[in-house]
C-alpha cells in the first residue's frame, strides 16, 4: 500500500536495482570482449561442424547471415544437425513436441526455508525426459529424482520436504552429488552439482538459479537463451527456451565401460591398480582429481601372501637424462605351467629415465635376440631417440654372437654385470620381482590357475606403466616415455567377472546376447579389455563389457583351476635347461625301446617324485598370448601398424588385378537386393611375402541355392599319386604351376552386390556390382572351374569321368596330362616342347606364376631324381609343425604307433571332457592329412584311435602321443617310387580281422594297391555291418577293395594304359577266395548282401583275379590291426616306406 512506502525502503529497492544493472553491465561487457578471442584448431564450428574457427567466424555465416532455419525447432542461427533439442530427442528417445506449452504447463518454484517443509517448488504434471534440467528460478536447492545418476550420497541429518504445485508433500531421501556435461555455447564440460536434492517423487530435474548464483555465477539472458558466467567471463552453462521454460543445456552419460557412478575407497583402487602400495595409489589419484574413500590403517593379505620378501639392497643414484640412455634388461622363467600362447618365459626391457617397462612372452631363450630387436625399433618409433646402452647379466641368451652383431650394427653399447653379482643389474632384478610379485598377488588374490601367469605379468606392465612410481613426480612412465595420457576409468580388478556383448553377427536371434568371461588385462592396440573365456579357453579382445558382482559364479573346470601357492614362482635366475632323469620302459613287445614313455606330461598321483607339468589339453593351441597375429589383422590395424607401407603396397596390387579384371562395376545402391559385406584379409606367407585379398561375406548369400550350382571338383590324391609314379616310371619331370587370383577369371551371370572396400566406403550410396567371381562367393570355386574346363576343351583336352580334374590330350607318339586342385596345376608331358606350348596358352589366358620342376604340391614335398630312377614323397615339414602345435617337439621317439595289445575300452569314458574331446579331435585332425597323403604306416592306428574321440578320456590322449611319438621317431620318412618293382601294372592285397572292435564287434577292412610296385592308394575302414564268420568279413572286405581296384583301373585306361590283364588281387582266406570263385547254392551266403555278389562279376569278366598269400606275407595286415614291432616293420619296408638318416 502507498500509505506504508518508506524512504528507507525505496532507498533499499534502488540500491538492490543498481546493483542489478552493474552486474548486467559488467556481463554484457566480458560477452562483447569474448567476441574477440582468438579461434583455437581444435573448436569446432556449430553451423559448418568444422574445425579452426567459431560459427560467428564462420565463412557460411557470414555469407547467408544468420538465416539458416533449423528443420527441427523451426528456429534461425543453426542447421538441424547441430540443434541442441534434436541431440536431446535422440538421447532420451523422446517425441517432444516443440513449443507445447500445455506438456510443461508452469513449472514456476516458489521456494521458503520452514522447519519441516524446508523448500517449496510449484511444478506441474508434464514430464520431457527423465534426465532433462529445468532452471528453476524459486528453488533454493538442486533437486533430482534419479539416485542411479549420483556419484555420492550422505543421509540427512533433518527431515525435509518438498511441496508441489497440487499441495502435496514429497520427501527428501538424500542429498549428494551429480555428474554431468553442462554445454557452454562451444564445447560440452565436466560439471558437479553439489548438495543436490534427491527427490524420488519429483518428475523432472530442477537446477536452481539461487544456488548458481550463491556460487558466484552471474547470468544474462533475452529471450531465446540465458547463460551462467563466472567471475572471470567464462560461460560455464547455457540454457536455451522452451515454451515458457529454460532448460539446461545438460546431459547425463549411462553408466558403461568407462565410468563409475560410486566413490570408491582405497582398497578397492587398490585392487583395480594391480596391487599397487596405497602411498602411490592417494599419489596418483589425487593427481588426476578422482575421488576416493581414504582410510588411514588399510592391510591387504593378498599383499601379504604375494609380496613378502627379505630387505632391499641399496639402489645406485645415478640416472639417465633422457629416454633410451639405459635400458636394463633381464629374462625370467622356465615357469612351471606354460601359458595361453606356450610361452615359458618372459623378458623385461626397462628404460632408466622414464622406468617404462616392456615385456615379451617366450616359448624358447633363444627368441630374446629377435624380442630386442623389436623393442629397439619401437622405442626409437615412439620416443625419437635410439637406445645407446643395454645392461643385462651375462645369461647365455644376452651373451651370444647374434645379440654381439646387433648392438654392434646399431651401435649400441652392451654393459654386462660381473659374474654372481647380480646387484649391479639391481633395477632389473627389482623390477622382476615387483611384476612377478604383482602378478603373483592377483592370481591368489582372484584364486585363478597359473597358467594365466602371462595375462597377469602383461596386466601388472600395463597398470604399473601408467602408475608405478618414476623418477620424477606428478607424472608416470607412459607420459615420460612417449608423451601418452592415461584414463583411470578404464582400470578394474584382474579376474572380475564381466558379462561380454555377443555381437549379432555372432548369434542368432533367440541366443543369448552376453556370455560370461573373466577380465584378464587391457589392450595397447585397441580401445577394449581382455576377456579369458574357460569355456573355450581363449583370450578376446571386447569393448562391451559390464562387470559384474563379485558374487557371480563363473565355471572354471578343476583341472584348469589350479591350487595356487605364493612361493610357486620363484623369480631368480634363469635355469639351464636340465634334462631330468626317466625310468625306462619296456614296451608291450617286450622289446627295450630307444625311447621312454614320458609319463611327466601328464599328472600321475601316484607318483610324487617326478616334477609335474601342466596338461597339454589345458591351453588352446589356436591362440598366442599377444593380441593378435599378422594372420589375424584388421584393414585399420593394417593401414596405421609399423608395417602399414608393405601392406599398403600389397593392398594396392590387389586392387590392381581387381582393376585388371574388370571385377565390378560401381552402381547407385539397389533397391530390394541385397548387398553383402566385403572384407580384406592379411596373411604373410612364406618367403615373407605380404598377401592382402578382398573376399567377399559369401555366407551372407541365401541359403536356397542347390547343390549342382556351386559344387567344384578337386583332384583326388590317388590320381595325383599315379601322375607322380607315371612321370617316374617314364623318367620324365613334372611341372607346377599357380594361376593367381583363380577365381577373378570366373564371370557369374546373377546380380550380386558387395560394399565397397574399407578405404571407399565414405561413399555410402554406392555399391559394387560384381563381374566376376570373387573369393568368398559361394560360386566362386565352381564359376572358375568351369572358366578352365572351358579352355582346356577348346586346346583340345579331354576331361576325365573318373576325376574331372585330369585332362589328357594325345598326339601322334606323345601324350599330355594336366591335373588341377583348385588354382595348382601339375603338368607332365612326353615332349617338352608340348609343356612348353601348354605353359604358353596358359599365361596368355591367365596370369600364371611358373613354379619349375614340382617341389611341392598339397603340402607334400616331392623330390624327382630321374638320375637315379626314383621318387620320393615326404610331409615332415608338416610333421614338424604338427609337433610343434602340440608341444612333442622335443619328446622321445617309439618304434611302433600303438600297442599290439591295447585295451579300446579304456579310451572311452562316460564323463565327457570339452577340452580332452577337442585337443584329441585336433590332433587326429592333423594326423588325417599324412595318413592321407605319405604315411600309410600309421593309417591303421589313426583311424582306429579316431573311433573314440567323442568321449575322449587321458588314455586316448595317451595313445594318441604315442602316435606323436612314433612320428618324431620317422620324421624323414618318405614314401618311394622305383621305375622297375614289379612287371604287373595294378596289384593289391586285402585282409580283414573279425570282431576286432570289442565295443561293437564290427571287423576292420583294409587293402592296398600297386602300380609297378609303386604305392598309390591304402585304406583302412570298419565295416558298416557285423559279419558272423571270418569268412564273411574277409568277403567284405574283398567287395571293398574290388570296387577301388575298378576306380583306378579306369584311371589307369585314361592314362592310356592297356589293362586287358586281370588285377591280381592277394587273399590270405581260402574259404573267402572259394566262395568268390563259387557262390552258386551255399547257405553261408545267404545272409551276405547282394551287392558284394558283383565280386564274380568281375572275375568272370577277367577283370580280377583273387590269388591266395600267406598271411606271414599280407601287406594289407598291417591296415586291420596294431602288429608287433618286427612284423608291422617288415610290412612297412614293402610299402616302399624308407627312412633317411
Not at 524446508?118 to 532452471?135: Q, R, T
Not at 636394463?328 to 622414464?354: N, T
Amino acid at each position: 500500500p502507498a500509505d506504508k512506502q518508506t524512504t528507507t525502503e525505496l532507498m533499499s529497492r534502488l540500491m538492490v536495482e543498481e546493483e542489478r544493472n552493474k552486474t548486467l553491465e559488467q556481463a554484457t561487457a566480458l560477452a562483447a570482449k569474448s567476441k574477440f578471442v582468438r579461434d583455437n584448431k581444435d573448436t569446432r564450428c556449430f553451423l559448418c561442424n568444422k574445425l579452426g574457427h567459431v560459427k560467428r567466424n564462420c565463412l557460411l555465416f557470414k555469407q547467408e547471415g544468420n538465416k539458416r532455419k533449423c528443420h527441427f525447432c523451426k528456429k534461425e542461427g543453426h542447421i538441424m544437425q547441430n540443434c541442441f533439442f534434436r541431440k536431446q530427442k535422440d538421447s532420451h528417445k523422446k517425441n517432444v513436441d516443440q513449443g507445447s506449452s500445455h506438456e510443461t504447463q508452469a513449472l514456476i518454484g516458489i521456494s521458503s526455508l520452514l522447519n519441516c517443509e524446508d523448500m517449496y517448488a510449484l511444478i506441474g504434471d508434464g514430464s520431457d525426459g527423465m534426465h532433462e534440467w529445468w532452471l528453476d528460478s524459486g528453488a533454493t536447492e538442486h533437486m533430482c529424482h534419479d539416485k542411479e545418476i549420483f556419484t555420492s550420497l550422505r543421509s540427512l541429518e533433518v527431515q525435509r520436504k518438498v511441496k508441489i504445485g497440487n499441495g502435496s508433500l514429497l520427501e527428501v531421501k538424500e542429498v549428494g552429488t551429480v555428474l554431468v556435461k553442462a554445454f557452454n555455447g562451444r564445447k560440452w564440460i565436466d560439471t558437479e552439482l553439489q548438495n543436490v536434492l534427491l527427490v524420488p517423487e519429483l518428475e523432472v530435474n530442477l537446477f536452481s538459479l539461487s544456488a548458481a548464483l550463491d556460487k558466484d555465477l552471474k547470468m544474462i539472458s533475452n529471450k531465446e537463451k540465458c547463460q551462467l558466467i563466472d567471475d572471470e567471463g567464462r560461460i560455464r552453462v547455457e540454457a536455451y527456451r522452451k515454451g515458457k521454460m529454460f532448460l539446461m543445456c545438460f546431459k547425463v552419460e549411462r553408466k558403461g565401460l568407462s565410468q563409475c557412478n560410486v566413490v570408491e575407497s582405497i582398497v578397492d583402487w587398490h585392487r583395480k591398480l594391480a596391487h599397487v602400495n596405497f602411498v602411490q595409489v592417494r599419489n596418483i589419484l589425487k593427481l588426476n582429481n578422482i575421488k576416493f574413500k581414504d582410510q588411514n590403517d588399510v592391510f591387504c593379505t593378498d599383499c601379504l601372501s604375494g609380496k613378502q620378501h627379505r630387505l632391499p639392497f641399496a639402489l645406485s643414484k645415478s640416472r639417465a637424462k633422457k629416454p633410451c640412455e639405459l635400458i636394463h634388461g633381464d629374462l625370467c622363467g622356465p615357469f612351471e605351467i606354460e601359458s595361453l600362447g606356450g610361452a615359458k618365459y618372459f623378458l623385461m626391457l626397462k628404460d632408466d629415465y622414464s622406468g617404462f617397462r616392456h615385456v615379451s612372452f617366450l616359448k624358447n631363450k633363444s627368441e630374446a635376440k629377435e624380442k630386442i630387436a623389436s623393442f629397439f625399433k619401437l622405442a626409437e618409433t615412439q620416443t625419437g631417440c635410439k637406445v645407446k646402452t643395454l645392461r643385462t647379466d651375462n645369461g647365455l641368451e644376452f651373451i651370444n654372437r647374434n645379440l654381439q652383431r646387433l648392438c654392434e650394427e646399431k651401435g649400441i653399447r652392451h654393459e654386462k654385470s660381473c659374474a654372481y653379482t647380480p646387484e649391479q643389474n639391481g633395477r632389473a632384478e627389482r623390477e622382476m620381482r615387483t611384476i612377478v610379485e604383482a602378478a603373483r598377488t592377483m592370481l591368489h588374490s582372484n584364486k585363478l590357475g597359473k597358467f594365466l601367469w602371462a595375462e597377469a605379468i602383461n596386466c601388472a606392465v600395463y597398470t604399473l606403466n601408467r602408475v608405478g612410481c618414476c623418477p620424477l613426480k606428478n607424472s608416470n612412465s607412459l607420459n615420460l616415455w612417449s608423451g601418452g595420457e592415461c584414463d583411470f576409468k578404464i582400470f578394474k580388478e584382474f579376474g572380475s567377472r564381466v558379462a561380454v556383448h555377443i555381437p549379432k553377427e555372432k548369434r542368432l536371434k533367440l541366443d543369448s546376447k552376453s556370455k560370461i568371461g573373466l577380465l584378464v588385462g587391457y589392450s595397447d592396440v585397441t580401445k577394449g579389455l581382455r576377456i579369458y573365456f574357460p569355456e573355450n579357453n581363449k583370450v578376446d579382445i571386447h569393448r562391451d563389457v559390464v562387470i559384474l558382482p563379485n558374487d557371480t559364479k563363473v565355471e572354471v573346470k578343476e583341472q584348469v583351476m589350479l591350487d595356487f601357492k605364493a612361493d610357486d614362482i620363484e623369480l631368480g635366475r634363469v635355469e639351464n635347461d636340465v634334462i631330468e632323469g626317466e625310468e625306462e620302459v619296456e614296451n608291450q613287445e617286450g622289446n627295450i625301446t630307444n625311447g621312454e614313455e614320458e609319463e611327466n606330461e601328464l599328472p600321475n598321483l601316484g607318483r610324487s617324485m617326478r616334477r609335474l607339468k601342466a596338461p597339454i589339453w589345458t591351453r588352446d593351441y589356436d591362440m598366442s598370448f599377444y593380441t593378435a597375429t599378422e594372420d589375424q589383422i584388421t584393414y585399420e590395424e593394417a593401414v596405421t601398424g609399423s608395417n602399414s607401407a608393405k601392406w599398403k603396397e600389397a593392398i594396392n596390387r590387389e586392387l590392381l588385378v581387381l582393376r585388371e579384371n574388370n571385377t565390378w562395376v560401381e552402381v547407385p545402391w539397389p533397391n530390394n537386393q541385397k548387398v553383402i559385406e566385403s572384407k580384406w584379409v592379411f596373411k604373410i606367407k612364406s618367403g615373407n611375402e605380404y598377401k592382402a585379398r578382398l573376399v567377399a561375406r559369401g555366407f551372407q548369400q541365401d541359403n536356397n541355392t542347390e547343390l549342382y550350382d556351386i559344387y567344384a571338383p578337386v583332384a583326388k590324391l590317388a590320381t595325383f599319386r599315379i601322375l607322380i609314379a607315371i612321370g617316374n616310371k617314364l623318367g620324365k619331370p613334372i611341372y607346377h604351376m599357380d594361376v593367381r587370383s583363380a577365381f577373378l577369371y570366373g564371370e557369374i551371370t546373377d546380380d550380386v552386390y558387395m560394399s565397397l572396400p574399407d578405404m571407399n566406403r565414405s561413399n555410402s550410396n554406392v555399391v559394387c556390382k560384381l563381374l566376376k567371381s570373387i573369393y568368398g562367393l559361394r560360386k566362386s570355386p565352381r564359376c572358375w572351374n568351369l572358366k578352365f574346363d572351358l579352355l582346356m576343351k577348346q586346346e583340345g583336352f579331354s576331361r576325365s569321368q573318373n576325376d574331372f580334374c585330369l585332362y589328357l590330350k594325345t598326339f601322334d607318339h606323345d601324350k599330355l596330362f594336366v591335373l588341377l586342385y583348385v588354382d595348382d596345376l601339375l603338368i607332365l608331358g612326353t615332349n617338352l616342347s608340348q609343356v612348353d606350348t601348354l605353359k604358353e596358352v596358359l599365361s596368355k589366358n591367365f596370369c600364371m606364376k611358373d613354379l619349375g620342376v614340382v617341389s611341392q604340391y598339397l603340402g607334400v614335398d616331392i623330390q624327382q631324381n630321374l638320375d637315379k630312377g626314383f621318387t620320393e614323397l615326404s610331409q615332415s615339414n608338416y610333421l614338424k609343425q604338427v609337433l610343434q602345435r602340440f608341444g612333442m617337439q622335443d619328446c622321445n621317439s617309439i618304434n611302433t604307433p600303438i600297442e599290439s595289445n591295447i585295451n579300446y575300452i579304456m579310451l572311452t569314458s562316460t564323463e565327457i571332457n570339452p577340452k580332452m574331446v577337442k585337443l584329441c579331435r585336433q590332433i587326429i585332425g592333423s594326423l588325417m592329412y599324412v595318413v592321407l597323403g605319405t604315411r600309410p604306416d600309421i593309417c591303421e592306428c589313426v583311424s582306429l584311435l579316431s573311433r573314440f574321440q567323442d568321449k575322449a578320456n587321458e588314455n586316448l590322449y595317451k595313445a594318441l602321443k604315442r602316435v606323436l611319438r612314433y612320428i618324431k621317431g620317422t620324421i624323414d620318412m618318405t614314401l618311394v617310387f622305383s621305375p622297375n618293382c614289379s612287371d604287373e601294372i595294378l596289384s593289391g592285397y586285402v585282409d580283414s580281422d573279425w570282431g576286432g572292435d570289442v565295443v561293437d564287434r564290427k571287423s576292420t577292412t583294409g587293402y592296398i594297391f600297386k602300380f609297378f610296385g609303386c604305392l598309390v592308394s591304402w585304406s583302412s575302414k570298419k565295416q558298416q555291418n557285423i559279419s558272423i564268420s571270418s569268412t564273411e568279413a574277409e568277403y567284405v572286405a574283398l567287395s571293398s577293395a574290388i570296387t577301388e581296384a575298378c576306380w583306378i583301373r579306369k584311371i589307369l585306361i585314361d592314362f592310356g594304359f592297356d589293362m586287358n590283364k586281370p588285377i591280381i588281387l592277394f587273399e590270405d582266406n581260402q574259404s573267402a577266395i572259394f566262395i568268390a570263385n563259387n557262390p552258386e547254392n551255399n547257405k553261408r551266403l545267404k545272409h551276405i548282401d547282394v551287392k558284394h555278389f558283383f565280386i564274380k562279376e568281375k572275375i568272370e569278366s577277367n577283370v580280377i583275379k583273387i590269388v591266395h598269400i600267406s598271411t606271414n606275407n599280407q601287406i594289407a595286415d598291417m591296415f586291420t590291426k596294431p602288429l608287433a614291432k618286427p612284423k608291422f616293420e617288415k610290412f612297412r619296408a614293402e610299402l616302399g616306406l624308407k627312412i633317411n638318416n
